[in-house]
């Protein structure tokens, strides 16, 4: 191995390290009751949000931290965060042009241009510029459809029912910390309803976006496919270089009804951190979602390459009878990153099926933990359940850690567990640059290979920046 | 083509090649045999820039250049390729893309232009009817739940498809039923052409059945002991390499 050429490429500093100068309208740092209603006042909230937001707060005050992950951090001081921040707006925009053009500059330098997104590749693309939603495309091709697609604010507003309805139904404001958290200072995010019997015609994307420093995040995302619906929905993320440690505790929420399917994908990119450890985001997120009805079905796909420190389960409750639940996972911990990632399959419908697909690699001082659990209920006859959960290594200091956890009440479930340790082999890089290839493009080929499962569930522009992300994210973690 | 001049290497503290003098020129055919340790996978790696492989004096020359100043990767983008005795599996990664990614680097390395998923297909399907590898494989994960035949022979299926100038066999033959020697030799012999030149490493004369060299050298103790025709592998194969000891103790 050529320790000079690995040394170069760790060198590489974070593609999307900028920030860019947009008015922000902040509340002050802290958090009190009284911010939580002023964040509700900011945003016209109907009192039911108030209230919810208030239960949520009161109950977080009697919360503790979580200490059982496998992530390690300095304390974090709630008391110094600023907890809602908005690009002002300068006019009421009825159409993309009139995107503050640095907010779209921004998206430029991200390789995101709306307009292109908007005429090349048929995704709606619901941008959230810090905390509140600036643009949304193609409302009317989904609003011809039934589909709604809005902002969490403009969902507020318009359609409150729906939100009173599901808010809170699969992630309860009393969950865990970060949920609740986010449950009592959410300042945004999006919802998406796709009403009875129908398939969203594109896929929905939302790209997330950290901007305004000292801005935690706080987004909610909250998604019904109501009976016999589908929808396959996109999420992606970048954020700025910053040299303060930014805390991002989401929350996202899935219903499926009977016969409806859900997919979600996401690609996660936050700031990392650089290559000693300094700066990078604490992701803290809660996705869960409920297969309410029967052979109802939800599909979580996650590519997590950013974030100083990633704690996150997107899970599944299977509650409809012959519900399908699934996760596919590629975690990568390059430099000093931790991450503490996995799902929670829940049985407790009738031969109710799910599937995880667990890559872990570690790189540099990475640390990368798998954590999972399939709990299949009394009331869960004909139960399945297979994990594979596999783990490569780069180098010699980082750790790969697996926890499975299988918890079975029912005798006539079928419960299967894979798992797998490998280092990347110097025979493999090798061979591929006895064929030509730079160790760059080898380590990336490797590991792309050993990622491959996931990348086939993802939408196939997702796959392509998955692709290159990982390239991008590897770098040098060979030696 | 190729000039090794006193090449020394070790391998971890052990002197293993101890002044080895080689030279090849294109269009011929050279099979190096030699008892089991005597340097023959040593010397391919030390050609293809294997770390590990220390050389400790001596030089080669490939081309008029200093080839072991070359980074491994560079060797090949100049046109070495090194046939593995054991080929790596790499798992996810299809047979197809693998061979594009490597061939387009040879592309680019030559300032041509690359040449699309589209075109490469083609090419390469018509390659893989040379090794008679079914298309199938090409969809398949490089060398993964391969047998040992198919592993030669997808090491066979590069070798046509990056048309090396200097190609250097490790021990292809070992392993092969006598149908898949004839598949492998047959592609090998494809090969054989006024601008190339071939290095078989093996320990057996079989292969050179189907593959007739122009230059047999014997390998032993890390030098090349004794050189002549295709008739001293047919003397290795009947007396064995005891007599060559034997002469060089006499000598």
Partial sequence: MANQDVKDLADKEYKYGFSSDVEADQIAKGLSEDVVRLISKKKNEPSFMLDWRLKAYRHWLTMKEPTWAEVHYPAIDYQNIIYYSAPKPKKKLASMDEVDPEVRATFEKLGIPLEEQKMLSNVAVDAVFDSVSVATTFKKTLGEAGVIFCSFSDAVKEHPELLEKYLGSVVPYTDNFFATL???????????????????????????RINAKDTGQFERTLIVADEGASVSYLEGCTAPMRDENQLHAAVVELVAMGDASIKYSTIQNWYPGDKNGKGGIYNFVTKRGKCAGPRSKISWTQVETGSAITWKYPSCILLGDESVGEFYSVALANHYQQADTGT???HIGKNTKSTIISKGISAGHGQNAYRGQVKIAKSAAGARNHSQCDSLLLGSQCGAHTFPNLEVHNTSSTVEHEASTSKIGEDQLF???????????AVGMIVNGFCKQVFNELPLEFAVEAHKLMNISLEGSVG | MLKIIDLHAKVGDKAILKGLNLTVKAGEVHAIMGPNGSGKSTLSYVLAGRSGYEVTGGSVEYEGKNLLAMEPEVRAREGVFLAFQYPVEIPGVSNKYFLKAAYNAQRKHRGEPEMDAGAFLKFVK??????????????????????????????????AVLEPKL??????????????????ANGINRLRDPQRAVVLVTHYQRLLDYIVPDFVHVLSGGRIVKSGGKDLAVLLEKEGYGWIDAEKAAA
Avoid at chain 1, 431 to 441: H, I, K, V
Avoid at chain 2, 171 to 184: F, M, R
């Fill in chain 1, 182 to 208: 986010n449950s009592a200072v959410f300042s945004d995010g999006s919802f998406c309803y796709i009403p009875k019997g129908v398939k969203c015609p594109m896929e929905l994307s939302t790209y997330f």
């Fill in chain 1, 344 to 346: 929670k399959m829940i």
């Fill in chain 1, 431 to 441: 061979y591929l640059r006895q064929r030509g290839l730079s160790t760059e493009d």
């Fill in chain 2, 126 to 159: 018509e390659k893989a009817k040379l090794v008679e590898m079914a298309p199938a494989f090409l969809n398949r994960s490089v060398n993964e739940g391969f047998s040992g035949g198919e592993k030669k022979r997808n090491e066979i299926l590069q070798l």
């Fill in chain 2, 167 to 184: 190609a250097l066999l490790d021990e292809t033959d070992s392993g092969l039923d006598i149908d898949a020697l004839k598949i492998v």
